[in-house]
């Protein structure tokens, strides 16, 4: 893909989405908020793909939402009427939450190999992740409490089900910095690695291990899962039925059978 603010690379069926603003500590600037939901869009349509990677060039994961970006705003959503002037605000904020909830959106798995600070509106992208690793000098900050604004693009709506409410509050009231490990023992994090290439080579591992999977079962499970997150239990076990009901004759049931009995790897179709 074509893309000024991220490079995009799909290597045996895994595509790696890298953060490519080095030089600005990869602050998230307007073009960088439409390119992430261009590439998850792309990943998501695209059959060669069955799984995703995030991460970042640079020492900084991300610092969050580009200052300019947040400075140019007023000019953006001027108006002399101050009804219209909020409503275009709103419509701003609504379009920054739509582009981190691409990644949730995209049927494929997101996994977010994370190293050095991630701050602001880089937890709000890497909630929406289905799973994140961190280096050991990896850190977390909610920073927008610091700036005197409510985190507003999915941070307070998401981490509270991964960690739990009250870690969550702690931390959107203090603004605190939370390490690598504390970030593992809540829960915010699967596993830290002790360096940055040893995360690459750990998160490139488990995303061929679920691209050898069946891709149809993969984006099943992920749809399963994320309505689950926000559905009663009656209703998530009544939406699994209505998939497996439509999707389990597949070919893939066959191929998996198949080899399971003659000791083969299986393969899929994309």
């Not at 069946?214 to 899962?225: H, N, V």
């Amino acid at each position: 893909m074509e893309l000024s603010t991220l490079r995009v690379t799909l290597e045996q069926h895994i595509a790696t989405v890298t953060l490519n603003r080095a030089d600005k500590a990869n602050a998230m600037n307007a073009a960088m908020w439409q390119e992430i939901r261009q590439a998850f869009e792309w990943v998501d349509r695209t059959p060669e793909v069955r799984v995703a990677v995030l991460q970042a060039e640079g020492k900084l994961f991300c610092s969050g939402i580009d200052l300019q970006m947040m400075m140019s705003m007023p000019a953006q959503i001027a108006d002399d009427c101050e009804g219209r002037q909020r409503e275009k605000l709103r419509r701003v904020i609504l379009d920054l939450q739509d582009t981190l909830t691409s990644l949730e959106r995209c049927r494929k798995p997101v996994l977010a190999a994370i190293h050095g600070p991630c701050i602001g509106g880089g937890v709000d992208l890497v909630v929406c992740a289905d799973m994140r690793y961190a280096s050991s000098e990896a850190s977390f900050c909610i920073k927008e409490i610091d700036l005197g604004m409510v985190a507003d693009v999915g941070t307070l709506q998401r981490l509270p089900k991964l960690v739990g409410q009250g870690i969550t509050r702690e931390l959107a009231y203090t603004g605190r910095t939370l390490g690598a490990a504390e970030a593992q023992q809540i829960g915010l994090v699967n596993r830290v690695f002790d360096s940055r290439a040893a995360l690459y080579a750990g998160v490139q591992e488990i995303a061929r291990q679920i691209a050898a999977k069946s891709p149809l079962s993969i984006r099943g499970s992920k749809e399963m899962l994320n309505y689950a997150r926000d559905h009663s239990v009656a209703d998530g076990l009544n939406h699994v039925a209505t998939w497996n009901a439509a999707m389990l004759q597949s070919d893939d049931l066959m191929a998996a059978m198949v080899a399971g009995m003659s000791k083969q790897t299986p393969e899929f179709k994309n």
